[in-house]
C-alpha cells in the first residue's frame, strides 16, 4: 500500500545533541512538508520542498535543518539550536502543490 | 498573511447529535479549504475538501460548504458517532506564488459520549 513512514515514532534527544527524524513515501510525490503540532494547537510549518534538491524555510525552521536528494525522502534535523524541541512532528506529501497533503503517523520528540 | 479560526473546544455532544465546528479563515486570492481529523496518537487524515465558491465537499456523513462571502467553512454532520471522537483541523491552501503549504487552524476536539 503507498503511503508516508515516519520513524521513529517515539524519540528522546539529550541535551546539546542533534537528531534526525525519517519521512518516506512510496506515493510518487513530488512536494513534501514537515509541520510541527504542540499541544492544544495547530500545525505549524518547519521546511517544504516542492521538488528533489530544493526547499524553503516555513514559519518555525529555526533550529531545523532538510534535505532532500531523493524524491522519496525527506529528513527532518533537529539541530541543538532548537530551545524547545518537545512536541510531535508530522510529515506530508502532495502530488503537487495545489493537491491535498496527506500525512504520515507522526514522531513525538522528548528531550531527556 | 493567511490564517484561520476555529471555535474554541473540547466540544462535547451525545451521540446522534447535530454537530457544527465553525471555521472562518482570511486569506489572499481564493484558497482551497479543507478539513483533517486526527485520532490520538496518529497523524491527520483527510475529510473533506473544497476549492472554489459554493461548493460542498462532504465524505462519511459530513458536509462543509465554501461560503465566500462570510470566508467560512463550518464542518457539519447530522447524527455524531462515538467513533467521530477526535480533533479536526480546518486548514487553507492559496494559490499565489511562494508559499504553497497548508495554514492550520488551532483544531476543536470533539468528544462523542454514548
Known amino acids: 500500500d503507498g503511503g508516508i513512514t515516519q520513524s521513529p515514532k517515539y524519540l528522546f534527544r539529550k541535551e546539546g545533541q542533534n537528531v534526525t527524524l525519517s519521512c518516506e513515501q512510496n506515493?510518487?510525490?513530488?512536494?513534501m512538508y514537515w509541520y510541527r503540532q504542540d499541544p492544544g494547537q495547530g500545525l505549524r510549518l518547519i521546511y517544504y520542498?516542492?521538488?528533489?534538491?530544493?526547499?524553503q524555510k516555513g514559519d518555525i525552521a529555526e533550529g531545523y535543518s532538510v534535505s532532500r536528494e531523493k524524491k522519496e525522502s525527506f529528513p527532518l534535523t533537529v539541530t541543538s539550536a532548537q530551545k524547545n524541541p518537545t512536541a510531535f512532528y508530522l510529515c506530508?506529501?502532495?502530488?503537487?502543490?495545489?493537491?491535498?497533503?496527506?500525512f504520515g503517523d507522526g514522531t513525538r520528540l522528548s528531550i531527556l | 498573511g493567511n490564517s484561520v479560526t476555529q471555535m474554541e473546544g473540547p466540544v462535547t455532544l451525545s451521540e446522534e447529535a447535530f454537530l457544527t465546528i465553525n471555521c472562518t479563515y482570511t486569506?489572499?486570492?481564493?484558497?482551497?479549504l479543507f478539513w483533517y481529523v486526527q485520532y490520538p496518537g496518529e497523524g491527520l487524515q483527510l475529510l473533506l475538501k473544497?476549492?472554489?465558491?459554493?461548493d460542498k465537499g462532504s465524505n462519511k456523513g459530513f458536509e462543509a460548504t465554501y461560503r465566500k462571502e462570510t470566508t467560512s467553512f463550518h464542518l457539519e454532520k447530522g447524527s455524531v458517532q462515538v467513533s467521530d471522537s477526535a480533533v479536526y483541523f480546518c486548514?487553507?491552501?492559496?494559490?499565489?506564488?511562494?508559499?504553497?503549504?497548508?495554514?492550520f487552524g488551532s483544531g476543536t476536539r470533539l468528544q462523542v459520549q454514548p
Open positions: 506530508a506529501s502532495s502530488l503537487g502543490q495545489d493537491q491535498p497533503q496527506h
Open positions: 506515493l510518487n510525490h513530488d512536494a
Open positions: 520542498s516542492q521538488i528533489v534538491n530544493d526547499f
Open positions: 486569506a489572499t486570492g481564493y484558497p482551497s
Open positions: 473544497a476549492t472554489k465558491a459554493d
Open positions: 486548514a487553507l491552501l492559496t494559490r499565489d506564488t511562494g508559499r504553497r503549504a497548508l495554514t
